[in-house]
């Protein structure tokens, strides 16, 4: 399973800005997506949760600003972050899981960076 983060770059502080993840080369139903961030010289975090079935969770440091969706049909799971904080300048991750009737296994994507200038 491959997945493609794409749409992060610089925006400044109080602006918005989407990312999206596509999941492709899958033989089973994409499970949980969830979108990651690992800001500078931190470890990385969990920002977003969506299942198959759409319920949702989110860190408490984006709630109110960030929202997560997802479109089955097309594999992708989108982050839509508004209000963005210089604190949110992360590379942020998107991964998936997947289950094959025995087991559940993980993919990550490449991830892509997300600068907030104040």
């Known amino acids: 399973v491959q997945l493609q983060a794409y749409g992060g770059g610089l925006v400044r502080a109080r602006e918005s800005l989407r990312l999206s993840c596509v999941a492709s080369g899958s033989r089973f139903p994409i499970g949980t997506m969830e979108w990651y961030r690992q800001p500078p010289g931190k470890q990385r975090e969990l920002v977003a949760t969506i299942t198959s079935t759409g319920l949702t969770d989110k860190a408490d440091f984006v709630k109110g600003r960030f929202t997560i969706s997802r479109d089955n049909a097309k594999n992708t799971a989108s982050l839509q972050m508004s209000s963005l904080r210089p604190e949110d300048t992360a590379v942020y991750y998107c991964?998936?899981?997947?289950?094959?009737?025995?087991?559940?296994?993980?993919?990550w994507g490449q991830g892509t960076q997300v600068t907030v200038s104040s």
């Open positions: 991964s998936a899981n997947t289950f094959d009737g025995l087991k559940w296994s993980s993919y």
